[in-house]
């Protein structure tokens, strides 16, 4: 029963297309994130939601645009998608605030512009 | 946030002992060491956190000296299925929320 889980796993898609990664957890988690990977392996942190309310919107483009239609859900939409958003994008999952635990996160979702 | 330095890569043979150090010089009195394995093609996976001293799981043990200016993370015996990417994060979980960075961490390699 996977805790974290993302869809799709592979996005091939073309310049200036629109798309979405949905992502859902079933730990009871309060807050839910998403993180971009690049080609040299970092991890940043783009959003992060608590409770359904945006906590953090670290610089990112308006084309990304957060949706969570509840506390177990956290989407991505991508519009106008460009050669530069090629990465692999995380969702994470944690309880909150004062969480020793640390991060859940999904297996990933690898996006390829062309 | 403290910043980290790890080691870019490491090599193993199976069944030795592997040992990564990360340095984190301004750690804050509230900041917690924490470390993160990837496997290819999958997110990171939570292994080991600590303040000070020593903490030991089923998976690793995490070494703190004193002045909590850097961590070891040491795994024992290790595999093949260990070969991964190995990430140091240093920060306050009562106050993380997603601002905990992951940095570029170290890629290590078990070798039969």
């Known amino acids: 029963d996977t805790a974290v889980s993302q869809t799709p796993k592979y996005l091939v898609t073309q310049m200036g297309n629109d798309k979405s990664i949905k992502c859902e957890q079933n730990?009871?988690?309060?807050?839910m994130y998403w993180y971009k990977q690049d080609s040299k392996k970092f991890l940043k942190i783009m959003f992060s939601?608590?409770?359904?309310?945006?906590?953090i919107n670290e610089t990112v483009p308006n084309r990304f645009s957060p949706k969570s239609p509840d506390k177990a859900h956290l989407n991505l939409h991508i519009n106008s998608l460009e050669l530069g958003d090629s990465a692999v994008y995380f969702c994470a999952s944690s309880r909150g605030q004062g969480d020793n635990y640390g991060y859940t996160f999904g297996s990933g979702t690898r996006l390829t512009v062309v | 946030l403290a910043k980290t330095t790890q080691p870019i890569s490491m090599d193993s043979y199976e069944g030795q002992e592997v040992n990564i150090t990360c340095s984190h010089n301004?750690?804050?009195?509230?900041?917690?060491i924490t470390w993160y394995q990837q496997f290819p093609s999958q997110g990171p996976r939570f292994i080991i956190q600590?303040?000070?001293t020593k903490v030991t799981n089923e998976v690793a043990s995490l070494f703190i000296p004193a002045d909590r200016k850097s961590s070891t993370l040491s795994l024992p015996r290790v595999s093949l299925s260990d070969t991964a990417v190995y990430y140091c994060l240093v920060g306050d979980p009562t106050d993380s929320w997603g601002k905990l960075q992951f940095g570029a961490g170290t890629q290590v390699v078990v070798t039969p």
């Open positions: 600590g303040y000070k």
């Open positions: 730990l009871g988690h309060d807050t």
């Open positions: 939601y608590n409770n359904k309310e945006l906590i």
């Open positions: 301004n750690i804050a009195t509230n900041d917690y």
